[in-house]
């Protein structure tokens, strides 16, 4: 059975029957979470849609699984009240005004995944993997048998539809909800029946001006002015419309906080859903964790979102062989654009943890790079590799060690055996990438 928010009485009804107290203000080190819902949209709407899965039966068969994540704390800036806040998102969308002022935020410590933890990264990352996929398909992460007795699929998965997708974990205590945000299906990569509209959103975000990449597109927005040059008004009521992926998540982040009142919210997702999801954590002020997402600090200027004292509760997870993610696969020639893709912007919010794999795993810069799978197997799940910042023991590792050989002498003597216990890298820093500049080749104002 589907349902839609606030209409549906029956999801109300289960929120409550699974609410449990609000996290103390010691949260602990790890939760665990399962798949609780999936999400979609009508097509042609902004308006949300959930479907539960189906719970009881795999508790009862004993074949439910959970993941687990490590979490920590965050200082996150959310609004002072509602009211408030409703304000500012008017100024924004409708009026081109941008809320900065400090008198809108309060400033809180909440509980949010923690990125130094790579078992952590890696979990969010086949969470959010699974955003483009169904459980009967083989590139399906499990996150538990559970997905087998859902028979029907919830409005944005049917095969023909072409909207907003992903899936919805709760843990164990309904303290925390992750959700996860589907990001760009590209035909050359495998496709999709969400190919148009995905192409549409990434053209109006993350392109310069609407796609104008050379004289033979077709733009995506009425704003090219002609020899370099681009109306700011325009490009910014372009990005009102209501059929604009950001307004989609932010609706889907409204109704998880009335599905879940009292719980904290994470928002994940890779490439267009990981600048989605840091849009989302940018308004409302909730962790977010974004894999190979394109830079979106230009598109949040443009969308004239609230903004406030600091971003630290955003990160970006992403490598260098990634050239939509590193902002290099431009120009009429790159890969991008012959897929009719303008994937111009670098600059990311909040910060990023950067895998160097051209440095370290000899990868090029290629767009085979970029999608999640090929992160998840091919750079954070390998073992035997420093990412420049050393490596550590696996944690709860039972293990005693590997026997490796170790020649102290001169042939024909002996080598000395020695025990090595197994070791995991450790990531690299999540840290703010300073001096990025957008499209500086473009000329903004108003022609």
């Known amino acids: 059975m589907f349902s ?22 010691t949260p602990p080190s790890a939760l665990d979470f399962e798949l609780r819902h999936s999400h979609g949209v009508v097509a042609n709407s902004s308006r949300v849609i959930f479907s539960n899965v189906d719970r009881s039966f795999a508790v009862a068969s004993g074949s439910h699984r959970s993941y687990r994540l490590s979490q920590t704390t965050v200082q996150t ?117 969400t190919v148009s509209k995905d192409k549409l959103n990434d053209n109006l975000l993350f392109s310069c001006c609407c796609a104008r990449v050379g004289p033979t597109w077709s733009t995506v927005c009425p704003c090219y002015a002609g020899s370099g040059k681009c109306t700011q008004s325009c490009l910014e009521k372009s990005l009102v419309e209501e059929s604009l992926f950001y307004n989609v998540a932010t609706n889907l982040y409204n109704n998880l906080t009335y599905l879940y009142p009292e719980a904290n919210i994470w928002v994940i997702g890779h490439s267009l859903g990981g600048a989605l999801a ?32 600091s971003l630290q509760h955003v990160t970006h997870v992403y490598n260098t062989g990634d050239p939509i993610a590193m902002g290099v696969c431009t120009g009429v020639a790159s890969s991008c654009a012959m897929a009719g893709y303008a994937m111009e912007s670098k600059c990311h919010l909040g910060k990023s943890i950067v895998l160097d794999t051209i440095s370290v795993l000899g990868w090029s810069s290629n767009v085979q790079n970029h999608p999640i799978v090929a992160v998840i197997d091919g750079a954070l799940n ?29 042939w024909p003597w002996p080598g000395k055996k020695e025990e090595k216990e197994p070791q995991q890298p450790i990531l690299p820093p999540a840290e703010e990438v300073k001096d990025c500049v957008d499209c500086y080749a473009w000329e903004f104002g108003e022609f």
């Open 77 to 193: 800036h959310k609004p002072k009240s509602f009211e408030l806040h409703v304000e500012a998102r008017l100024r924004s969308l409708y009026h081109s005004k941008t809320t900065t002022t400090s008198a809108l935020w309060n400033s809180v410590l909440v509980p949010a995944p923690d990125v130094t933890d790579l078992d952590t990264v890696i979990t969010l990352a086949e969470m959010t993997s699974n955003s483009y996929t169904t459980p009967d398909k083989k590139d399906w992460y499990d996150i538990g048998p559970e997905w087998d007795n859902n028979s029907t699929f919830p409005f944005g998965w049917e095969p023909d539809e072409n909207g907003f997708r992903g899936h919805v974990f709760v843990s164990k205590d309904n303290g925390t909800v992750v959700v996860s945000i589907k990001g760009t299906s590209v035909p050359i990569l495998g496709g999709g029946p």
């Open 382 to 410: 390998v073992t035997d590799v420093d990412w420049g910042y050393g490596t550590r023991p696996f944690p709860g590792n039972d293990n005693p060690g590997e026997t490796v050989t170790s020649w102290a002498g001169w």
């Open 278 to 309: 840091s849009l989302t954590g940018v308004t409302f002020g909730v962790p977010v964790v974004a894999f190979e997402a394109p830079g979106e600090q230009m598109a949040a200027r443009r969308l004239h979102l609230p903004s406030p004292p």
């Open 4 to 25: 839609t928010i606030p209409a549906a009485l029956h999801f109300l009804v289960t929120s409550l029957l699974w609410q449990s107290p609000f996290l103390s203000n």
